[in-house]
């Protein structure tokens, strides 16, 4: 006899069962309204930065929150050409890019050793990884400013690279920890009867499966490198050499503020990662929310 009709009434029985408990997931009207409700909540401040970037320097003051009355789309060539726009998105884009790839090899190679390999002080190490996320930046700001200095990398891009890399490593290789705990040691062990080596199970095995983990970590190191603004401030000052976070120095006039081409630099500042979360979302969540098999 077929198990196929057991099976499906195995999973309706369960669909069902989730289904009568009292924190299943249920389509009714107030499920609905609270989700509208949050979706209104957070396009508003959307809606207002896209509203005020038409605006005139005058409207903008007398008229923060309404729909714009009249729309002065010269204020994205205004910010474009004042805040240099265009060289900040190229710099942030190879700032993000390096930073990005120097984190995957780097917290790739330390948590597949922590994850799947017997390294001795490995608890001492993670408890380290811990410390170090705890403790603020700015601790270490001024030595590494002076040593910075010392060989040349302030005022350069890739010192930059380096910094960011630095600070995003230990975060990133605590979440890929997570993700390769969760493989299977079996496939580990086939894939050694089978006569690979140590660097064929890491690159063949185990690091594919992880490929939601590595696309969690891109996804996070690259919106925080993207929106820092501290490092970049203190060790870049040459203006083609800021990313696009510091556009907004350039709007800064003695003790007044450009809001208009604030809000206008805003949105092209906003713009490529919306278009890039949303491109990615799903897989984006399923990293955060699966383990390491799922992807």
Do not use: H
Request: glycine share 8%.
């Amino acid at each position: 006899m077929s198990t196929i009709p057991v099976v499906q009434q195995a999973g309706r029985k369960v669909a069902a069962q989730r289904a009568s408990r009292p924190g299943g997931l249920r389509r009714t009207p107030v499920a609905y309204i609270v989700l509208t409700l949050l979706a209104v909540y957070s396009a508003l401040p959307v809606l207002v930065l896209l509203f005020n970037s038409v605006k005139s320097r005058l409207e903008s003051g007398r008229n923060p929150l309404g729909f714009p009355q009249s729309f002065q789309w010269e204020n994205f060539l205004i910010a474009w050409e004042q805040g240099n726009v265009g060289r900040g998105l190229l710099n942030s884009a190879i700032l993000v890019t390096c930073t990005i790839i120097g984190v995957w090899i780097c917290a790739g190679m330390a948590s597949y050793a922590l994850a799947r390999l017997d390294v001795p002080f490995k608890a001492g190490i993670a408890t380290y990884l811990f410390l170090v996320i705890s403790l603020p930046v700015q601790l270490f700001l001024i030595p590494l400013f002076f040593m910075w200095s010392q060989i040349g990398l302030v005022n350069t891009l890739p010192g930059l690279i380096i910094i960011y890399i630095a600070v995003n490593t230990p975060f990133a290789t605590l979440l890929l920890q997570t993700f390769m705990v969760g493989i299977p040691r079996e496939l580990e062990e086939a894939a050694r009867i089978d006569g690979a080596n140590e660097w064929q199970t890491a690159t063949r095995v185990i690091l594919p499966l992880a490929r939601p983990g590595f696309l969690t970590v891109g996804l996070i190191v690259g919106l925080a490198t993207y929106n820092e603004l501290f490092f970049a401030v203190i060790f870049i000052s040459d203006p083609e050499r800021l990313p696009i976070a510091t556009a907004y120095l350039s709007f800064t006039q003695g003790f007044s503020q450009q809001y208009e081409l604030l809000n206008a630099a805003a949105v092209m500042m906003v713009l490529p990662v919306l278009v890039l979360f949303l491109l990615l979302q799903r897989r984006f969540t399923a990293g955060l929310a699966g383990d390491g098999l799922k992807g």
